[in-house]
């Protein structure tokens, strides 16, 4: 091999141990390895910057932008939390993506359509990260019996194992994030009710009820109104002590100015639509749990008479 050859392969193997290394980012490491082959003769300075003219690097560059935009925006994640609640096996899911995108990409670029899909597609394999710990410890049992390692088993549940107050706050922050994006109410509910499942306790409750406070006013109500509904429509069995402990919140004085701003929005409900289905739904809701506390509500919002 003549020296330029060697040389290459030398840059290569140095950009690839970077990689491996993952102390810079990505593109640090590209630029890194392009400024080392200029260095070393490899590439003229001439030649170094043409590649950045490919159409292929302008097509790749503008598809991780368009998937940055539709992930910021949440307009697809809406859709895909609603289909991920019906479709919970990996292989549907994939399935699901994969048919998605060829269909799309017999109308647009197929990086376009993969850029669109890929943040739903994140999302999807986050919710199913549990699984992929159990793919994972199934994997390393099955190396572990046709190679004769006896303490590979504790050893893969000791990487696994999430501390509980890491997992904790993920789970919270995920919930967060999706009443910043203003999902809809029904999505922020569903993982609300699924937070709770994983841990029913008081400060699972209170926590629930301090990250709900995040919601602006209105969407407060509606994610109150959709939180005992399961996807098919049956109640779900810790909705009562849930909204039990929201309206116990709600109406006590230390959430005086949360209640106000309930009552100021419930009370334009009225007058924009005395019969207006969210008001009904959240009086419904209160009076299943404090017939008091809907009788008083009902009141203050000047309603003829309490909800039945």
Not at 78 to 84: E, K, N, R, V
Not at 167 to 183: F, G, Y
Request: one cysteine or more; aromatic letters at 6%; hydrophobic letters at 50%.
């Amino acid at each position: 091999m003549t020296q330029p050859q060697w040389l290459s392969l030398a840059t290569l193997g140095g950009m690839m141990a970077l990689f491996l290394w993952g102390r810079f980012r990505y593109d640090v490491t590209a630029v890194i390895a392009l400024l080392a082959a200029v260095a070393l003769g490899v590439v003229s300075p001439r030649d170094a910057f043409t590649g950045f003219a490919d159409d292929i690097v302008v097509i790749v560059g503008s598809a991780l932008v368009m998937s940055a935009a539709v992930q910021r925006s949440g307009m697809v994640e809406p859709l895909l939390q609603s289909l991920a609640a019906r479709v919970r096996r990996p292989q549907q899911q994939m399935l699901v993506l994969s048919a998605t995108v060829g269909l799309a990409s017999g109308f647009i670029k197929n990086v376009g359509a993969l850029a669109m899909l890929m943040p739903g597609a994140v999302q999807m394999a986050r919710r199913n990260k549990a699984l992929g710990h159990w793919a994972a410890e199934k994997l390393g049992k099955t190396l572990a019996t046709q190679f004769g390692l006896k303490a590979i088993e504790e050893e893969i549940k000791a990487a696994v194992v999430v501390p509980q107050d890491q997992e904790r706050h993920s789970a919270w922050d995920n919930i967060r994030t999706l009443i910043s994006r203003r999902a809809e109410p029904g999505v922020i509910a569903a993982a609300i009710r699924e937070r709770l499942h994983a841990k029913f306790e008081a400060d699972e409750l209170k926590q629930s009820w301090v990250v709900l406070l995040e919601s602006d006013t209105v969407s407060l109500i509606r994610i109150i109104c959709q939180l005992p509904y399961l996807p098919d429509g049956s109640t779900d069995p810790i909705a009562q002590p849930v909204l039990e402990t929201y309206v116990s919140r709600l109406t006590h004085e230390k959430y005086a100015a949360t209640y106000q701003k309930v009552m100021n929005s419930l009370r334009n409900m009225h007058k924009a639509n005395p019969n207006s289905p969210t008001l009904q739904n959240f009086l419904a809701m209160v009076k299943w749990v404090d017939t008091e506390a809907a009788k008083r509500m009902s009141l203050e919002i000047g309603m003829a008479e309490a909800v039945h």
